[in-house]
């Protein structure tokens, strides 16, 4: 069974950092791009980030390009998104997703909220 598992999200003030990261099984990890999308509230998803399946190269959404690092740890088939310069409008669910033969899967998300 393909399971993605978020964690790390949580309340930072403008400004601020925060490191998610993406628990991955059920699949052979290394063989796969992935990709990280958002959805703030009311609004539809985002795509925010995606990752080759060697990690390089790794391609940007124009709002996070600069402030966000999408990588990868293959041995430990983790993903990690360091959000840094975090801005309110920022503040949304994110998701680690990837294909397979086609079929999208999506983790269950982490909150972020930039709110002072």
């Known amino acids: 069974e393909v399971q993605l598992v978020e964690s790390g999200g949580g309340l930072v003030q403008p400004g601020g950092s925060l490191r998610l990261s993406c628990a991955a099984s059920?699949?052979?990890?290394?063989?796969?791009?992935m990709a990280w999308v958002r959805q703030a509230p009311g609004k539809g998803s985002e795509w925010v980030s995606s990752?080759?399946?060697?990690?390089?190269?790794?391609t940007y959404a124009e709002t996070v390009k600069g402030r966000f690092t999408f990588s990868r740890d293959n041995a430990k088939n983790t993903l990690y998104l360091q959000m840094d310069r975090l801005d309110p409008e920022d503040t949304a669910v994110y998701f680690c997703?990837?294909?397979?033969?086609?079929?999208?899967?999506w983790g269950q998300g982490t909150q972020v909220t930039v709110s002072s």
């Open positions: 059920g699949f052979t990890f290394s063989m796969y791009a």
């Open positions: 997703a990837t294909n397979l033969l086609t079929r999208p899967y």
């Open positions: 990752i080759n399946y060697s990690g390089d190269p790794q």
